[in-house]
Antibody
Framework: EVQLVESGGGLVQPGGSLKLSCAAS????????MHWVRQASGKGLEWVGR??????????AYAASVKGRFTISRDDSKNTAYLQMNSLKTEDTAVYYC??????WGQGTLVTVSS | QSVPTQPPSASGTPGQRVTISCSGS????????VNWYQQLPGTAPKLLIY???QRPSGVPDRFSGSKSGTSASLAISGLQSEDEADYYC???????????FGGGTKLTVL
């Protein structure tokens, strides 16, 4: 059974940093493209970015709204993907989901950016 | 480029057939496959349709997808109360080099 478990969310002040983790099991993590998607309260889904596999040189891509502030990485030895978020803004407040190839999704972790 | 557009709401009665549209552009739906997601209240999105019209195992055949040009549609036949949820279309956008989601459609079963 595919499982994705996000962690690391919480309350952070504007301008601060936070690192989310996504622990994966039940599928070939190392071969999978991993995405991060967020959803502000009462709003729709917004794609944040993705990281491809080693075979594709771990290539990353980001939404314009987070480019230069967010970094996606992965550790295939730990079956874990990460989302490093810097220079956080109040508009980054959302539930953050990780997803394998936009097929399977985790339960999400809440990030609140507020003073 | 145009981010996919969905109607904000749709409704139907039990047993009825409803369709949800997703209108995109040549850089996203026109060139790439479309996925559809169902999000029940308070839960994570669930893949409903992939590659325009394919159902993952476990998804009832009441759900079907189609694509023509720069638009896609999700059809739900034999509507049931448990189908009440938010539905999102998504596709890769070559111009943005990123994935784009439609704004979502809230389906109400009357």
């Amino acid at each position: 059974e595919v499982q994705l478990v996000e962690s690391g969310g919480g309350l952070v002040q504007p301008g601060g940093s936070l690192k989310l983790s996504c622990a994966a099991s039940g599928f070939s993590f190392s071969a999978s493209v991993m995405h991060w998607v967020r959803q502000a309260s009462g709003k729709g889904l917004e794609w944040v970015g993705r990281i491809r596999s080693k075979a594709d040189s771990y290539a990353t891509a980001y939404a314009a709204s987070v480019k230069g502030r967010f970094t996606i990485s992965r550790d295939d030895s730990k079956n874990t993907a990460y989302l490093q978020m810097n220079s956080l803004k109040t508009e980054d407040t959302a539930v953050y989901y990780c997803s394998s190839a936009l097929n399977s999704w985790g339960q999400g972790t809440l990030v609140t950016v507020s003073s | 480029q145009s981010v996919p557009t969905q109607p904000p709401s749709a409704s139907g009665t039990p047993g009825q057939r409803v369709t949800i549209s997703c209108s995109g552009s040549s850089s996203n739906i026109g060139k790439n496959n479309v996925n559809w997601y169902q999000q029940l209240p308070g839960t994570a999105p669930k893949l409903l349709i992939y590659s325009n019209n394919q159902r993952p195992s476990g998804v009832p055949d009441r759900f079907s997808g189609s694509k023509s040009g720069t638009s896609a549609s999700l059809a739900i036949s034999g509507l049931q109360s448990e189908d009440e949820a938010d539905y999102y279309c998504a596709a890769w956008d070559d111009s943005l080099s990123g994935c784009v989601f439609g704004g979502g459609t809230k389906l109400t079963v009357l």
